[in-house]
């Protein structure tokens, strides 16, 4: 069993900057792609943000420049930096990953979710 816990989320102001954080433990022997994706209420859940294996980033156009994604294999962890945050970018945000286990199954695991709200 693979669990995903996400930390960092929080109340910013306009402007500021949060830092998320997301670490894997459980049955894990390798891990793929890594990422954040984020939901805002009303809305479909959205990808930010992935990071391949090799520590190939790629991002929503919406948080191009402001956001950067990176990644410890060593620690299987994932973080987000974001910067200039802006009142649009708050959501819940989850840690995703597709993570290979012990037995060579590949599977696509998520996090709980971490509310990040950008208001003055």
């Known amino acids: 069993q693979v669990r995903l816990v996400e930390s960092g989320g929080g109340l910013v102001q306009p402007g500021g900057s949060l830092r998320l954080s997301c670490a894997a433990s459980?049955?894990?022997?390798?891990?793929?792609?890594m990422g954040w994706y984020r939901q805002a209420p009303g809305k479909q859940r959205e990808l930010v943000a992935v990071i391949t294996s090799g520590g190939s980033p790629n991002y929503a156009d919406s948080v191009k420049g402001r956001f950067t994604i990176s990644r410890d294999n060593a620690k299987n962890t994932v973080c987000l930096q974001m910067n200039s945050l802006k009142p649009e970018d708050t959501a819940v945000y989850y840690c995703n990953a597709e993570v290979v286990d012990f037995f060579g199954r590949r599977m696509n695991s998520w996090g709980q979710g971490t509310q990040v709200t950008v208001s003055s």
């Open positions: 459980g049955s894990v022997f390798s891990i793929n792609d």
